[in-house]
């Protein structure tokens, strides 16, 4: 049962987590998204607590809510540029 107040859409979308740093990267997958954040697959890295998502022509921050194994649940961050993927 769908518990979240925006329902995501299931995915397969190669993509890139950053460290604030800009350096220190890897590779993930994302599993599901919608506007406000996603589940990612990420094998044998630990990711930090915020970090960025690079996908298509998209760098969001992010910030990690759980974590089960090799798979972590996000949301998006708003910036100064306005809420999460609506920019």
């Not at 998502?53 to 910030?63: A, D, K, T």
């Not at 990690?64 to 910036?79: C, D, K, S």
Request: glycine share 10%; hydrophobic share 40%.
């Amino acid at each position: 049962m769908e518990r979240r107040r925006h329902p995501r859409e299931p995915v397969k979308i190669l993509a890139t987590a950053v460290d604030e740093d800009g350096l220190t990267r890897a590779p993930i997958t994302i599993t599901n998204i919608n506007r406000w954040g996603a589940r990612i697959r990420i094998a044998g890295t630990m990711l930090p607590p915020t970090f960025y998502v690079l996908f298509g022509n998209s760098l969001e921050p992010c910030e990690v809510i759980w974590r089960r194994g090799g798979e972590v649940g996000l949301i998006f961050a708003p910036t100064e540029f306005g809420p999460p993927l609506n920019r």
